[in-house]
């Protein structure tokens, strides 16, 4: 691997690690509806937004060396899909075990789910996610791998009108979805809401230049993005997005900015242990998934009572960091070992 790749992957386990942490800082706060309202809406605009637009990114630089066709091979398709299938089974796994004696005693689960009552329910929670803050992310990205590639194919000939398409084509999903009434738990779990994050992914993986133009380009996504993550937690949340209008398709202006200046700024980074975190990123969330289906934010609140409000939300959100990020590097490790005894490379 040359340096500036190892660099740039440096950089990108960064932006991970800085995500990942959003997201587990964010639903630490889902009990506390004060510090929610006031934080929880830029924690939102860093955490699943830089995500989706990183992982379209990479997969842009893997497909401009292998092309469509090569995107599409069973192998590579098989590959990415056993990537994120084998954390995601143990998590699965765990579930039903902290869940089939409360069943069987008849006692209520967490978030009151039905999973275990019939075979139906049990097919509909697996494919949909299970449940836990986040859920939506798997089959999110178990479609990514199909779609990405067609969008792909809109930037072979014009970049700017393939991200111009990608803008009206989720925007015209988003106000269908509105006016049609889809249900908020469908609409979570499409991935259309999220084509113009892709797009533009896409667009910064086949960009060739970063001068001038492509700053002031990025410095107005960037504005743009800001203002409306700011208009909208504080000033109108705009209906059309229904209840995920923090991660809307507007959103991608900051994320695009945000991890373009990042690039342009630290391109260089050398390697720190700490960003181990990054690479371990998908396990901290199915971790962070886990923890808060079996009442992690609960557990923090009781243990945290004693202190006055301020510092005890403070030291839940630290807790929860320290607890997911512990967990899943070790779960990361675990099915580092696993993946390698199968033979299936990251």
């Known amino acids: 691997m040359a340096v500036e790749e190892k660099q740039r992957n440096n950089l990108f386990d960064l932006l991970k690690m800085i995500s990942i942490a959003a997201v587990v800082a964010a639903h630490a706060l889902v009990p506390h509806k004060e510090a929610a309202t006031l934080i929880s809406p830029l924690l939102e605009a860093i955490a699943v937004p830089i995500f989706i637009l990183i992982s379209a990114y990479l997969r842009t630089k893997k497909m401009n060396k292998i092309g469509v066709r090569g995107a599409y091979q069973p192998r590579y ?3 990415s899909f056993m990537s994120l299938m084998l954390a995601y089974i143990f998590i699965v796994v765990i579930e039903i075990i902290g869940c089939l004696p409360l069943h069987m005693k008849g006692l209520p689960l ?5 999973f275990l009552d019939s075979v139906p ?5 697996f494919f949909t996610g299970t449940l836990g803050f986040g859920s939506y992310y798997i089959p999110i990205m178990v479609e990514l791998i199909v779609f990405l590639p067609l969008l792909y194919m809109l930037f072979k000939k014009n970049r700017n009108a393939g991200l111009l398409l990608c803008f009206g084509l989720n925007l015209a999903y988003d106000l269908l979805s509105h006016f049609l009434g889809m249900s908020s738990d469908a609409y979570r ?4 809401r999220f084509t113009f994050m892709l797009g533009c992914g896409i667009y910064l993986g086949t960009q060739e230049e970063r001068g001038k133009k492509e700053d002031v380009q990025a410095g ?8 409306y993550v700011i208009v909208n937690a504080y000033i109108y949340e705009f209906p059309i997005f229904d209840t995920w209008s923090t991660a809307s398709m507007f959103v991608a202006f900051f994320a695009y900015g945000f991890v373009y200046f990042m690039m342009k700024r630290f391109s260089g980074i050398g390697y720190h242990k700490i960003f181990v975190f990054g690479k371990a990123s998908y396990h901290i969330f199915l971790v962070q998934m886990l923890f808060y289906f079996f ?7 009781m243990i945290t009572r004693a202190l006055p409000a301020p510092v005890a939300i403070l030291l839940q959100v630290v807790l929860a960091i320290i607890i997911t990020f512990v967990i899943g590097l070790l779960f990361y490790h675990l099915e580092t070992r696993l993946r390698k005894a199968l033979k299936i490379a990251h």
């Open 77 to 79: 398709m098989f590959i």
């Open 110 to 114: 967490p978030f009151d789910v039905h």
């Open 121 to 125: 329910d049990f097919l509909y929670w």
């Open 189 to 192: 779990l499409l991935i259309f």
């Open 220 to 227: 107005l996504f960037l504005f743009l993005g800001l203002f």
């Open 295 to 301: 009442y992690g934010n609960e557990i923090l609140i």
